[in-house]
């Protein structure tokens, strides 16, 4: 009984997924679910009236003797509907179809690209998530075009069955007996062959998801010089293989399985059906003669067009198990609601300009994290202060920016802007407050102008500001040769005369946004990790004399880029170790100045190797 009340539920699950996609076909695209409707019908119509009543039509008007020339008005008539049948089928699937669901596709990929934006930063650093995100995607376009054309079959071939059996009824009662043949066979097999393909495929997700990333790793540029100049071809090499053992070894684990089910479904579907009832018509018309031979003709025809029509069905009902499956995935993803809403929230006020940001006893640990990343964090950004957060990799400094810009939420204390919660603001204007670059900033395949703005060039106003902006990141004369100036593509993914600039070019143009941007706080995580320290310090000058009226906060490994910082943090697993100026720290001769002592050395050194060489070569 508990049992029977699970598979019950189970079905009552599997349709409302079903009808999620098609309410959200119909808010998509209602024509394209009218015309499916519309085109399915002239199908089954088709399919009834040429299996039974049009062969009825001429075994019955042979037996009767009806006038030969009504018999060639109805051939015509039903060649005229069969001509116009194909023209409606051929324009659908070759006019229709294709551009509707382009325009379906779109519209359903910008719903989830959106949620995909709209979701916070750790959704996409758990596993779990992430692979039902990337089966959401992959499956999306599939599932509505397969929900549509079966919802659709299910309705007209039910309708075309029942009119094919009403016939056989009428010709013998006991031959409908047999339509439960395709129904044991491929709704009850059909199901469990597809719940066990539901697990095959589940399986080796993770295995795909090796030989995907080989696949990607291998063609994508980025990898292009590593992949040439070192050994871990071998390495890639070597997980492709297990993902394709891994592949390999969950195909074997069902084989003798699925096999075993398949033979039944197929058996139980067309052997006994398309056998049994050619056999009990030819025992009613040879041996009984309870029927005429034209009747058994018809119940020969009949059958044909019936048995089709149920395996059709039951494959219907089986498909709606099989798309409520694969779609939970996507009805989960699109119903998550976001522990940080990432939308514009009109309740919430708009951020105020910052006067104060203030860190109180901020902690916080990562999801299934043993420690806290950060703890006990307590320090303030005043309107145009210049802070500098230095320490060695995994200090918690980066964290730190992210939950001060609300991509994460503190697990322990709070931030307040103006004295004010940050949760309590509109994030989206809260957000708009900051100009960010990251260390692992990336550069889009567009143009340079659409890179520094992050967003389309609508005015000559524009074009100036992203002139001024490169001009300030000292990277506008390079810019300046090339031969589309700022509408030069970047990189050649799409344009082969697309350019790829240098490392500390890239960075220069990454840096050259928050230049462009109103904001009134710039955060700089790494900024200048791929330039030299003579280019660093002078891009930091540039950037202070730029940012007089903004705050800023620095994050850099490099000591010389915190010395032009008013105020000092010095972090440290995860807490603020010491505070301060520079002079101040290199007075108190802590873990600062001792950090700073070692890089000076190492930069002298380096300048004395460079003199040795310049020498050398003299």
Partial sequence: ?????????????????????????????????????????????????????????????????????????????????????????????????PLSDLKLYEKLYFILFRKAASVELKCF?????????????????????????????????SLATISIFAVMYAIDPWVVWFALLPIIGNFYFGKKLNRLQFQQNDERIPYQRKMDYVNRVIYLSHFAKEIRLSRIFSVLRNTYLEGYDGVISVIHKYRVKAGVISFLKIFTTFTLIFQGVLLYGAYLAIVKQSISISSFIVLGSAMVGGAWSL??????????????????????????????????????????????????????????????????????????????????????????????????????????LNGRNIKEFDLMSYRSLYGTVFQDF?????????????RDVETEEDRQLVINALKKSRVYDKVATLPEGIDTMLTKEFDEQGVVLSGGEFQKIAIARIFAQEAELLILDEPTSALDPIAEFEIFESMMEACKDKAVVIISHRMSSAMLADRIYYMEDGEIQESGSHMELMQLQGKYAELFLKQAEKYVEQEELAGVVNLHEA
């Fill in 442 to 454: 990336k550069i889009f395949s567009m143009t340079i102008a659409e890179n520094v703005l992050m």
């Fill in 311 to 416: 395996i059709r069905l039951s494959d219907s009902f089986v498909e709606i198990n099989k798309n409520g499956i694969y779609i939970e995935n996507l009805k989960t993803f699109l119903s998550y609601v976001s522990e940080i809403q990432e939308d514009s929230d009109p309740v919430k006020p708009i951020a105020p300009p910052i006067q104060q940001l203030t860190f109180r006893k901020l902690g916080f640990t990562y999801d299934g994290a043993e420690k806290p990343s950060i703890r006990h964090i307590t320090m303030e950004v005043n309107k145009n202060e210049k802070i500098a957060l230095v320490g060695h990799n995994g200090a918690g400094k980066s964290t730190l920016i992210k939950l001060m810009m609300r991509l994460y939420d503190p697990t322990e204390g709070e931030i307040l």
């Fill in 125 to 157: 650093e758990d596993h779990e998530f992430y692979n039902k995100y990337t089966k959401a995607i992959q499956e999306a376009d599939i599932r509505v075009s397969a929900v549509l054309a079966n919802l659709s079959r299910i309705i007209f071939v």
């Fill in 1 to 97: 009984m508990k049992r029977l009340r699970h598979t019950f539920q189970h079905i009552k699950v599997n349709i409302a997924n079903n009808l999620f996609i098609f309410k959200l076909a119909w808010s998509i695209h209602p024509q394209r679910v009218v015309a499916e409707f519309a085109v399915q019908a002239g199908r089954q119509l088709a399919n009834v009236f040429f299996t039974v009543y049009f062969m009825k039509y001429i075994i019955e008007s042979i037996s009767i003797g009806r006038d030969f020339q009504q018999i060639i008005y109805f051939i015509i008539l039903t060649l005229v509907l069969l001509f116009a049948l194909v023209l409606l089928d051929n324009w659908y699937d070759y006019r229709f179809k």
